[in-house]
C-alpha cells in the first residue's frame, strides 16, 4: 500500500479531529480512490470520525452556467468567516467523458476564499457519476465536519440531475438565478424551483437592479402556487450581489430562520435521516449492478435481453427475472 496516501488511519483521524488541513485533504484524497485497499482504510477512517460529524449546516448550491455560483460562494463563505465560522467548500467540476479529466479551476476562480486560514476549498472531478456529483462528495462533507468546519456549501455543475443529487445531500437547497433572463417559467417546467428552499436572484446591482426585483416577484408569484401550505418551510426569494455584498447577511439570516423553522418541526433530524438511508439503497443498487456486470453469464444473459426488450420480444419483468436467473445459476 503507498503509505504516503494512506498512513494509519488512527493518526490520520487524530491529525484530522485536530483541524489539520493537510490531513484533511490527504483524508478526501483517500476517500477519492478506486483502490480497493484505500477504500478499506477510508471506510475504517469514516467509521472512526461519524460520532464527530453532524453539527454542521449543509448547503446546496446551484445555477444555470453565468450566474455567478464561483463568486457568490467566494462573497458568501468570506463574510461567514468573518463571523468565525469554519466553511468548507465541496465544489463538483465535470469530469472529461474521453479523458476524464476535469477543469478544477474552483480555487483559481475562488482565490480569496481558498486562502483564508477559515476556509477549505476542495475541487473534485464528477468522474462521470451520476448529475456530476462526484462519488465521494458526501463522504468528503463529513471528514469536513469532523475536522470542525461548521458550514459545508456544496456547489453543483448546475447540468442534468446534479441538482437532485446534491438535494438529497444537503439541508438546504439555494437556487441562484439570473435577473432579466426571461426563464422564470422554463426554471419551473425543468423543477428547479421545485427543490429549491431558498432562491436567490443574483447579480443584483448597477443597471440589473430592476430586473432582479422584476424577477424575484415572478419566482415568488410561482412559489406561492408551488409550496404546500402545510409545509414548515416556505420557499423565499431574495436578491444578492456577489460584486457588492448586497443582500448576503439577509440570506443567511434566512437559512438560519430555515433551520429553526425544520428543527422546530422536528423534520431536519428527520430528512437527514432519510437522505442516509436513501444513500445506502443507491449504494447497494450500485454495488449489485457491478457484481451482475462481472458474472459472465447474467451480463451475457443482460445483454440478450436489452436487445429482446428494445424489439418489443420480451416484457421488461420477465427479462429482469432471466437475468436474475443467470446471476443464481438457476
Known amino acids: 500500500m503507498n503509505t504516503d496516501l494512506a498512513p494509519p488511519i488512527a493518526a490520520l483521524a487524530e491529525r484530522l479531529l485536530a483541524g489539520e488541513r493537510a490531513a484533511l485533504a490527504r483524508a478526501i484524497t483517500l476517500i477519492e480512490?478506486?483502490?480497493?485497499?484505500?477504500?478499506?482504510?477510508?471506510?475504517?477512517?469514516?467509521?472512526?470520525?461519524?460520532?464527530?460529524?453532524?453539527?454542521?449546516?449543509?448547503?446546496?448550491?446551484?445555477?444555470?452556467?453565468?450566474?455567478?455560483?464561483?463568486?457568490?460562494?467566494?462573497?458568501?463563505?468570506?463574510?461567514l468567516t468573518g463571523q468565525g465560522h469554519q466553511v468548507a467548500v465541496l465544489a463538483v467540476d465535470p469530469s472529461s467523458s474521453r479523458s476524464g479529466g476535469s477543469i478544477l479551476g474552483d480555487k483559481t476562480r475562488m482565490a480569496r476564499l481558498a486562502a483564508d486560514p477559515r476556509a477549505f476549498v476542495r475541487p473534485s472531478p464528477s468522474s462521470g457519476a451520476l448529475g456530476g456529483v462526484a462519488r465521494a462528495t458526501r463522504e468528503s462533507g463529513l471528514l469536513c465536519e469532523?475536522?470542525?468546519?461548521?458550514?459545508?456549501?456544496?456547489?453543483?455543475?448546475?447540468?442534468?440531475?446534479?441538482?437532485?443529487?446534491?438535494?438529497?445531500?444537503?439541508?438546504?437547497?439555494?437556487?441562484?438565478?439570473?435577473?432579466?433572463?426571461?426563464?422564470?417559467?422554463?426554471?419551473?417546467?425543468?423543477?428547479?424551483?421545485?427543490?429549491?428552499?431558498?432562491?436567490?436572484?443574483?447579480?443584483?446591482?448597477?443597471?440589473?437592479?430592476?430586473?432582479?426585483?422584476?424577477?424575484?416577484?415572478?419566482?415568488?408569484?410561482?412559489?406561492?402556487?408551488?409550496?404546500?401550505?402545510?409545509?414548515?418551510w416556505r420557499p423565499d426569494v431574495l436578491t444578492v450581489s456577489a460584486l457588492t455584498g448586497q443582500g448576503l447577511a439577509e440570506l443567511w439570516a434566512t437559512v438560519l430562520r430555515f433551520r429553526e423553522a425544520m428543527e422546530a418541526a422536528g423534520q431536519r433530524q428527520a430528512k437527514r435521516q432519510a437522505q442516509q438511508v436513501r444513500w445506502m439503497d443507491s449504494l447497494l443498487q450500485d454495488r449489485l449492478l457491478g457484481r451482475l456486470a462481472r458474472h459472465r453469464e447474467a451480463a451475457a444473459e443482460l445483454a440478450a435481453c436489452r436487445r429482446e426488450v428494445a424489439a418489443g420480444q420480451e416484457t421488461p419483468l420477465r427479462a429482469v427475472e432471466r437475468v436474475l436467473g443467470a446471476f443464481q445459476g438457476g
Open 33 to 79: 480512490s478506486s483502490r480497493a485497499d484505500h477504500q478499506a482504510d477510508a471506510q475504517a477512517l469514516l467509521r472512526r470520525l461519524l460520532p464527530h460529524t453532524g453539527q454542521a449546516e449543509r448547503i446546496g448550491i446551484t445555477g444555470v452556467p453565468g450566474v455567478g455560483k464561483s463568486s457568490f460562494i467566494e462573497a458568501l463563505g468570506t463574510m
Open 146 to 232: 469532523a475536522a470542525g468546519y461548521d458550514i459545508i456549501l456544496v456547489e453543483t455543475v448546475g447540468v442534468g440531475q446534479s441538482e437532485t443529487a446534491v438535494a438529497d445531500m444537503v439541508d438546504l437547497f439555494l437556487v441562484l438565478m439570473l435577473p432579466g433572463a426571461g426563464d422564470e417559467l422554463q426554471g419551473i417546467k425543468k423543477g428547479l424551483v421545485e427543490l429549491a428552499d431558498l432562491i436567490a436572484v443574483n447579480k443584483a446591482d448597477g443597471e440589473q437592479m430592476l430586473a432582479a426585483e422584476q424577477a424575484r416577484r415572478h419566482y415568488r408569484n410561482a412559489l406561492r402556487i408551488i409550496a404546500p401550505e402545510a409545509a414548515p
